[in-house]
């Protein structure tokens, strides 16, 4: 599992740093655009926050400059290869209150996945946006991914 989720999170890393090149190279961004990459950064900081025990930098919703993106994916990256380094924590309940103050208990490394699966489901959406605005958005399927390591 640990091997898995290693790939799976450099794959994430290099479909946001596709996704910032290309956002970075146009001259306006729609704001739902921005929000929404935004989020994906910002809810992939509160669940590590989450699994390391100690309160999030950024609200789920905070908006970033894009300029601020890659530094923010890099630190996300690296804080998740660290836990992705430790061992034995992968099979860690990890206890956590929602932003309503709701708690809830979950293994660490269904944690992890759902951060790999919201972040696609998010990309997906600004890809669309993307091609609204008229701009041909990266390929970040998994295969091609896959494909370019061989």
Same mark, same amino acid.
């Given at each position: ?5 290693? $790939? #799976?999170? /450099?794959? =994430? $890393? !290099? ?6 090149? +290309? ?7 729609? &704001? $739902?655009? %921005?929000?929404?990459?935004? @989020?994906?950064? /910002?809810?992939?900081? %509160? ?8 309160? &999030?930098?950024?609200? %789920? ?11 923010? /994916?890099? @630190?996300?990256?690296? =804080?998740?290869?660290?836990? #992705? ?12 209150? =929602? +932003?309503?103050? !709701? %708690?809830?208990? =979950?293994?660490?490394?269904?944690? #992890?996945?759902?951060?790999? /699966? ?11 946006? #993307? ?6 958005? &990266?390929? +970040? ?10």
């Amino acid at each position: 599992m640990n091997t898995l989720l290693k $790939d #799976l999170f /450099n794959y =994430n $890393d !290099e479909a946001n740093k596709r996704f910032i090149k +290309s956002i970075e190279e146009e001259e306006v961004i729609h &704001p $739902d655009i %921005v929000r929404l990459m935004s @989020h994906i950064f /910002n809810a992939h900081e %509160v669940w590590v926050a989450r699994i390391e025990g100690h309160s &999030p930098t950024f609200g %789920v919703w905070q908006l970033h400059s894009i300029h601020d993106f890659a530094r923010i /994916n890099e @630190h996300n990256y690296t =804080n998740t290869q660290r836990i #992705l380094s430790q061992e034995g924590v992968l099979e860690q309940v990890i206890r956590y209150e =929602n +932003s309503k103050g !709701e %708690v809830f208990e =979950n293994l660490a490394r269904d944690i #992890l996945m759902h951060v790999i /699966n919201h972040s696609t489901y998010h990309r997906a959406q600004v890809a669309s946006m #993307l091609k609204k605005e008229g701009i041909m958005p &990266p390929n +970040s399927d998994y295969i091609f991914y896959k494909r370019e390591q061989e």
